[in-house]
């Protein structure tokens, strides 16, 4: 069953491909919640603190080293979990979204060491994401389940191709898109959580908010039931 909720909180780490529309099924299904009468709330890395911003301004440059920027983009992940835990103080909600958390910096960071540098690093997903939490037990929230958000490849393109903002090198760049979709998959086959993978192609997104929503009630459900069952 794993660790208690946190307050009422259902932890639910959204993560997903450059442009694979992962921010805005989020904020579709939280509104579905929210209009259910579950209180929800959200938080996004890289966040708003000094790691945020160091890792956004030197972790994105393309000279900046693969293993630096894993690093950064991971310190940031652990500063924004006391951010979060207020936010479960403040507002106590049924669900948490977070909008990537340390799975996207290993995932990501171990596939550019990989495709950067020649690295054996992609395979050792596991063996990475299981020393971060051990590590960080007491310093960063336990996922209850994942989302994973991924599209075809040339819909993709399409979408990272009409944004102004992001890493626009690595967005662009289907064989390093593709070994991060081989990383996140063989992490989530053998995840010890729930994961509900979506394939968000256009005109899909009002669908998937729906039947995603309803699976997360569900999960939450079952989670309640079988801490009750404890008791």
Request: aromatic share 8%.
């Amino acid at each position: 069953m794993g660790r208690p909720l946190i307050g009422e909180a259902f932890v639910v780490v959204w993560e997903g491909t450059d442009g694979s529309g992962k921010t805005t099924l989020l904020r579709r299904v939280a509104r579905i919640l929210e209009e259910r009468g579950f209180r929800v709330a959200s938080h996004k890395t890289p966040g708003a603190l000094p790691s945020g911003r160091l890792a956004r301004l030197y972790g994105n440059r393309p000279s900046t080293p693969p293993l630096s920027r894993l690093l950064l983009f991971l310190a940031n992940t652990v500063d924004e979990t006391r951010p979060m835990l207020r936010k479960i103080r403040l507002t106590n909600p049924h669900f948490l979204f977070i909008d990537r958390y340390y799975l996207c910096s290993l995932v990501y960071g171990l596939a550019l060491l990989e495709y950067r540098l020649g690295v054996e690093a992609a395979s050792r997903v596991l063996e990475a994401v299981s020393l971060v939490e051990s590590l960080g037990r007491g310093g960063l929230l336990s996922p209850d389940a994942y989302v994973f958000v991924d599209v075809s490849e040339e819909e993709r393109l399409r979408r990272v191709r009409g944004k102004r903002d992001g890493e626009r090198v690595l967005e662009l760049d289907t064989e390093f898109q593709n070994l991060v979709r081989r990383v996140y998959r063989d992490y989530f086959a053998a995840a010890p959580i729930p994961v509900i993978t979506l394939q968000n192609e256009a005109g899909m997104l009002e669908r998937l908010s729906q039947t995603t929503a309803e699976s997360l009630v569900g999960l939450r459900e079952r989670r309640l039931a079988g801490e009750e069952a404890q008791h």
